[in-house]
Structure formats: C-alpha cells, structure tokens
C-alpha cells in the first residue's frame, strides 16, 4: 500500500501534471503547425518556386519490380519536416523569450509595503523595549 500511496503523491504533483498537460498541448500544436506547412505554407512555396508539389520530391535509386517496392530518397518530405520545425522552435523560443520577460518584470518589481499588523507590530516591541 505505501507503493501505491509514494505514486499517488508523485503522480499528483503540480509538475507532473504541468508536464503531462505540456505534453498534450505540444502534440496538439504540433500536428497544427504540421497542417499549416503542409497544407499552407508549402504549396504558396511551391508555387513561388513554379508549381513545385514538396511532397512529390524524391529521388529513386532502384526502380520498382514485381516482388519489391521502388527505393526512394524521399527529400521533399525532408523539406516540409524541417519547415515544420522551424516553425515549432520559433513559436517556442517566442513563448519562453515572453515568459522570461514577465519574470524579469515580476522580479524587478518593488517589494510590497509591509502590512499594518506588522508595522503596529514592530511600533509595540520598540514601546515595549523603551
């Protein structure tokens, strides 16, 4: 039973969780990122470079026969896999520059007023030390 308990505490951490739903929002992200070059930007860049299909780009290195399938290099996949990438690690590198700012804002921010009861507080223990 303590087994069981140990992963109940790990498993419901904040960071566990923060984590998990990272992971989930990451995959969603990514496969809308994967859409939009894909579906978006490659063929507005295909058509720019005179009609060219990404995904059709390959190159064969041994033709097809009746017992095997052609080998290709398949680079235009390549291509659009990277595009997808740097996409990702753009938008990433955005969200992490804006949240190391708003920390460094946080931090720059001037200390809180010390509250009345602790103000009062300190008036009393000076009387009392008098």
Same mark, same amino acid.
């Given at each position: !039973? ?10 419901? $951490?904040? +960071? /566990? ?13 990514? $496969?809308?990122?994967? #859409?939009?070059? #894909? ?13 060219? +299909?990404?995904? +059709? ?15 290709? %290099? ?20 955005? /969200?992490?520059?804006?949240? +190391? #700012? !708003?920390? $460094? ?13 602790? /103000?009062? %507080? ?9």
């Amino acid at each position: !039973m303590r087994f069981v308990s140990e992963f109940k505490d790990f498993a419901l $951490k904040g +960071n /566990v969780v923060d984590l998990a739903v990272g992971v989930i929002i990451g995959t969603a992200f990514g $496969k809308i990122v994967a #859409s939009a070059v #894909s579906d978006v930007i490659m063929p507005v860049v295909g058509i720019l470079l005179g009609g060219v +299909n990404f995904t +059709n780009l390959k190159y064969t290195i041994s033709d097809a026969t009746a017992d095997h399938p052609a080998a290709t %290099l398949n680079y235009g996949t390549f291509i659009q896999t990277t595009v997808d990438f740097t996409i990702i690690a753009f938008v990433l590198f955005s /969200v992490i520059k804006a949240m +190391n #700012s !708003m920390k $460094k804002k946080q931090e720059a921010a001037p200390a809180a007023p010390a509250p009345a009861t602790e /103000v009062l %507080l300190t008036e009393i223990r000076d009387l009392l030390k008098k």
